[in-house]
């Protein structure tokens, strides 16, 4: 977990600097954004625990694509630690 909780972070870095958005980021984009719709954070949330909480979805999420996934992370993130 904290594996994939590092690869995530650092692709975070990586969706705010990537001007090229496929296909993969917006469906990572909008599952990321509903993720944190449904989910409410206790007032005063840090940003570590929005960021385990968007970590663990993706992880959810990724265990049954096959291709794209980098991309797809991407968007996710963006998404869903959005404020």
Known sequence: MALLAGVLLSA?????STAAN???????????????????????ATRYHVTAFCAQRAFDDIQTMKTAVLEWTEGFEKGCLRS
């Open 12 to 16: 975070c870095g990586v969706s705010f």
């Open 22 to 44: 496929g296909p993969a980021w917006h469906r990572g984009y909008t599952a990321g954004k509903a993720a944190r719709s449904h989910h409410r954070f206790r007032h005063g």
